[in-house]
Every structure is written in C-alpha cells, then in structure tokens.
C-alpha cells in the first residue's frame, strides 16, 4: 500500500519536478558517461586498424586486416546494441549474420567487405565520438553546474571555513571583487541552480535521441534484409494457412460427404437385393438413401461456399457479405461503398475476414447488434465489423482466433487493429492492400 501510495504521489507531481529524479534520466545520464570512453576507444581502434588495412591493399595483407578491422566494428555494435538496450530501452535487432558463399577464409574475408553492415557499423564508429564528446560536455556541465548551484545554501560556508573567501567570486579584478555571500545572492544562486537542474534531464533526453537514432539507423539491419525477414515471415504464415486449408477440406470431405456417400452406397445396395424379395422394405432404403443424398450435397455447398462462395465471384463483396450477415445469429448492417471490385486474392481475404469476425461475434460477444463497413482509402481496403457486446476481445493472445487472423491480414501486408474495452463496444479494423482486378 505504501509503495502504491507513493507511486501515485510521484504521477500527480508534474512531468518537470519528476523529471531529475526518474530512473530513466539516470539511466540516459550513465549511458552518456560511459559512451565517451567507450566511443574513443572504437574511434581509435576502427581508424587505426582499417588505415592500415587500407594503407597494406597494395599488398596482400591488406585485405584480412581490413575485413579483420571491420568484424571488430561489428563487435563494437554487438556491445552499443546491448548498451541502448539496458540503459535506453532501446532494442535493435543485430543486422544479417555474414556468410561466405563456401565456408572458407577468403570467402568469409569477401563477405565482410562487401557488407553494407559492416561498413555502417564503421560509420557508427566514426561518427559518434564527436557527438559523444559533445553530448557528454554538454550533459557534465548542466548536471555538474543544476546540483552545485541547488545546493549552494548548504555548502556554501566552505568558503569562508576553507578557502579564504566570502563565497563563489562571480567577478573580481585588481581592485574588486563580487562573492555571492549576502542571502539574497545565495538564494538566487539556488534558484538559477534549480532551474538547470530542471532543464538538464529534458536536453539529456533530446540528446539521447539522437544516439537512438544512430544506434537504430546504423547498427541494426538494413530495410532490404528486414524486409526480405518480413516477407519470409509472410510466406511462412501463408504456407501454414495453406496447409491448415487443405487439412480442414480433407477431413470435412473424409467425415462429412464421403462418409455419407459411403453409407448410401450401402444402402443402395441393399436396396438392390430386397427389390425383387421385398419392394417395401426397398422403398425404404431408397427413401433413407435420397435423405443422405441431400445431406451430403448440403455438406458439399457448405465445403465450397468455405473454400470460395460463388457468390462472391459472382457478384462481389455488397452480395457476398450480405449473405454472410443475413446467417448471423444478431442482425448486422452491411455497407459497402467501394469504386470496383478489387483483386481476387484480396477479396477473398475481405470476405473471410468479415465472415470470420462476425462468427466471433455470433460465438463470443453477446451482442444485441453488430455494423460491417468496407471501403476504400488511397490504396488500401478498408474493412471494419462493430458490435454492441461485452467486449474483452484480444489479437496478443498466441493460438487465438484474432491472432491466426491477424497473421492471414498480414501475410498480404494487411493490418488487423482491435479496440475492445471491457464491457464494450468492439471495433475490429482491418486494412488490406488495395490492388485492381486485372
């Protein structure tokens, strides 16, 4: 309770009185301590070596000190990473591992130098320590100068005591000399001291920034490689769901339809053998048997309209989604304002992910109503499923319906926001890549 209380006694305080005495202002204060003497060592070591390395390409020896020079710049940004990490909050992804086409020694050595990484992490070494140096000064001096001028009233009796003089000598020549001793200049002093020492955390986190941004622009990967991540990640998901598709088929198709078509058979054929013996007990069978027919052709409409409704390529989304709504347990309102039809594969992911979201309504919200919106923005597809329910709905939860659906959405670039609050209402947004229908 205490510890709460006094949490909450910190929050109401404003952001400029909290701001000295967060942990995150020591942190970003001890990040830029240790960053000058850590930036002049990779300064002096990365110059030295790839100078060398450089001079030395007229021979042979230049080229392993100079891919030597450059593995340990990557070395240097494995511990700056770490380091943004623990005092920033900071986490950057290490950049694309190098790897030589055959394994050896010169393949490896190739591969280094011809790593756009390995020179950006040669940059980062190159450039950060004249920022550390500044950033460091700058900081010193702010937080040096805020404490020793706040605290001026309580050691301010060391002057007289120890040095021989009244208090700090703000000017003095051959003939005058101005001490702040009377207690208006002690007060004053602590005024000016507190306003640096109110200042000093925000212009630390304005410099602090731009370590972030150098840290993530230079020592993490670059755009291709975590897009070509991405989309790897993409085909992933897409392969999985492929895979998931064609399972759930086979096994509607092996306990469903084929199952019934087997049993019909049976039944046929008994019908076959009682129909000269026992007309009746036949007509039975035949009658049993058409039941099973219709049964299994209902099973099989169901399968297809699961695959891919042809209405839906018929007539588009309005239709498509309408029919979907029109089975939903809650009445739904349908509005689709779109110019044209978009491409297929993305239509199709439209209407699986509506028809998918309003399952979930129908299973999970204990809705009285739920609204679907589509349209088009730009160069994207919009589609949004509200609904009146309990809310408490959530896309985090790994092996979840939102989540799997999510990763479908994002499989094609898509997003899927969800915002259900306890209690309602839930908004389901989910925006699709726009593309045109050949």
């Given at each position: 309770m205490a510890a709460s209380a006094s949490a909450l006694a910190s929050h109401r305080l404003p952001a400029a009185v909290r701001a000295p005495f967060e942990a995150r202002t020591w942190r970003a204060f001890g990040y830029v301590l240790i960053g000058l003497p850590l930036s002049v060592l990779w300064f002096a070591l990365s110059v030295a070596f790839v100078s060398a390395g450089a001079g030395l390409l007229i021979t042979f020896l230049g080229v392993p000190i100079l891919a030597g020079a450059l593995a340990m710049c990557r070395g240097f940004g494995t511990v700056e990473r770490a380091r943004a990490r623990g005092l920033l909050g900071l986490d950057v992804a290490a950049p694309e591992p190098v790897r030589g086409r055959t394994g050896g020694a010169f393949s490896w050595m190739g591969a280094v130098l011809k790593s756009g990484a390995s020179w950006r992490h040669l940059l980062y070494a190159i450039l950060h320590m004249p920022w550390a140096v500044f950033s460091f000064s700058v900081t010193v001096a702010l937080w040096g100068w805020g404490w020793s001028l706040f605290t001026y009233p309580l050691?301010?009796?060391?002057?007289?005591?120890?040095?021989?003089?009244?208090?700090?000598?703000?000017?003095?020549?051959?003939?005058?000399?101005?001490?702040?001793?009377?207690?208006?200049?002690?007060?004053?002093?602590?005024?000016?001291?507190?306003?640096?020492?109110?200042?000093?955390?925000?212009?630390?986190?304005?410099?602090?920034?731009?370590?972030?941004?150098?840290?993530?622009?230079?020592?993490?990967?670059?755009?291709?490689?975590?897009?070509?991540?991405?989309?790897?990640?993409?085909?992933?998901?897409?392969?999985?769901?492929?895979?998931?598709d064609l399972r759930r088929i086979e096994r509607d198709l092996h306990d469903g339809a084929q199952a019934r078509l087997a049993a019909l058979a049976m039944d046929l054929g008994l019908a076959k053998e009682k129909l000269a013996r026992d007309p009746e007990a036949a007509a039975v069978l035949v009658d049993e048997a058409h039941g099973e027919v219709k049964l299994a052709l209902q099973e099989l409409r169901d399968l297809a309209r699961g695959i891919h409704p042809?209405?839906?390529?018929?007539?588009?989304?309005?239709?498509?989604?309408?029919?979907?709504?029109?089975?939903?347990?809650?009445?739904?309102?349908?509005?689709?304002?779109?110019?044209?039809?978009?491409?297929?594969?993305?239509?199709?992911?439209?209407?699986?992910?509506?028809?998918?979201?309003?399952?979930?309504?129908?299973?999970?919200?204990?809705?009285?109503?739920?609204?679907?919106?589509?349209?088009?923005?730009?160069d994207r597809l919009m589609l949004q499923v509200r609904d009146d329910g309990v809310g408490g709905a959530g896309a985090g939860a790994a092996g979840s319906g939102l989540a799997g659906l999510a990763e479908r959405v994002g499989a094609v670039d898509g997003v899927l926001a969800v915002d259900s609050p306890t209690g309602g209402p839930t908004t389901v947004t989910a925006e699709l890549p726009w593309r045109p229908r050949a």
């Open positions: 050691w301010q009796w060391t002057f007289p005591a120890w040095v021989g003089q009244d208090g700090i000598q703000l000017y003095g020549d051959a003939t005058h000399a101005l001490y702040l001793d009377a207690p208006f200049e002690i007060a004053v002093t602590s005024l000016v001291g507190l306003v640096f020492v109110l200042v000093g955390p925000w212009v630390l986190r304005g410099l602090v920034s731009v370590d972030r941004l150098l840290v993530s622009g230079l020592l993490g990967p670059s755009r291709l490689a975590s897009r070509v991540t991405e989309l790897e990640s993409d085909r992933g998901v897409v392969v999985d769901t492929a895979a998931a042809a209405i839906l390529t018929d007539r588009g989304l309005d239709a498509a989604l309408s029919a979907v709504a029109s089975r939903c347990a809650v009445p739904v309102s349908v509005d689709v304002d779109l110019p044209a039809r978009p491409a297929p594969a993305i239509e199709g992911i439209a209407y699986f992910t509506v028809s998918e979201l309003l399952q979930n309504v129908t299973r999970h919200a204990r809705a009285r109503r739920a609204w679907v919106d589509v349209w088009r923005s730009g």
